[in-house]
């Protein structure tokens, strides 16, 4: 790894990769909004694998795409030195592989060692992974030896301390250059609360900067992540569904009304042709509290990304970016023609 590659951990805010929500409408808001860095969602291994690589310069995007046109990662130049690739993995070279795909587009390559759902432990990914050292060792190893970025991972604790404190030392001792830490077990629900007393103890550990996560429930405003990393003693601070709900939660001016963010992010969607139903699923998300509203009766039906336009009174943007974009288009394949 060269110098140039180096992304400092400390000192940052930071969106938690989340399966669905992570995409790249929330990553460019959340960047808007005043976080330092963004994960993406997990994605398999399997998936990135399979998926070509493909320039869409009508959108200005560089996108990983199956054959069924599925897009699997879809970024941009504007956020390369600032997006985290998350992998779900169970095998060090299928690792190597994936990360290698995307390594010049992405500033680092994180570790899904959390992920309690059933799909994950079954393949021996995500939480499973906190029970096999020796995996968890030699798949950390793979990517730190042999790529040009930075690696890190995110796990969740184990019941005790001291498993958790040889278990992150391991980590360590494979050259990552950062670890975040959801202080839950694998059997915890958010409804119980996050340990963080453990996330004092492991960055009192550790010499490499430590990430604080699941805090989200105590977290309604920006002074409130103030307090989080206050009381985690952690470098940094990690969010997931604080921000999901508003992303804004970020921004140290002050937080941006339902409505708004939800404009922000509808714009994002339409700007990056996101699917219909990705978008509608985020923005369900963020009226959690809300569906009383008028808009949230007509998400529910929404079947298109023009229909959600309406909804949120950006149909002539939407007109307008379509437009753009044909013209594009257009313009690109005469240019191809000459
Ligand atoms: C998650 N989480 C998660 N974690 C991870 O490592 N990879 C992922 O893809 C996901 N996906 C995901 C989706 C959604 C909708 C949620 C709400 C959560 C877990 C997340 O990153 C985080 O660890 C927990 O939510 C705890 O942090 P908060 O929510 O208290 O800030």
Redesign the pocket.
Known sequence: MDGSNIIDFRNKRIL??????GTLPMRLLALDQGADLVYC??IIDFKIINAKRFENETLGTLDFTLSDGTVVFRTCNREKSKVIF?LGTADAKRALISAKKVEDCIAAVDV?M??PKEFSIKGGMGAALLKKPEKVKEILTTLVNNLSIPVTC?IRVLPSLEDTLNLVKLIESTGVVAIAI?ARTQSERPRHPNRNDYIKKISESLKIPVIA?????EINCYKDIEQFWKDTGASSVM????A?WNVSIFNKNGMLSLPEVIREYVKYAIRYDSHYANTKYCVLQMMHEDMDMEEGQKMLGAMSLQEISEIWNLSKYYEETLKTRQKRSHNLALKRKC
């Open positions: 938690a990769p989340m399966v669905r929500v969602e997990e998350q899904n959390g992920c995110k959801h996560n699941g805090g989200s429930k969010l997931a569904r604080a999901q």
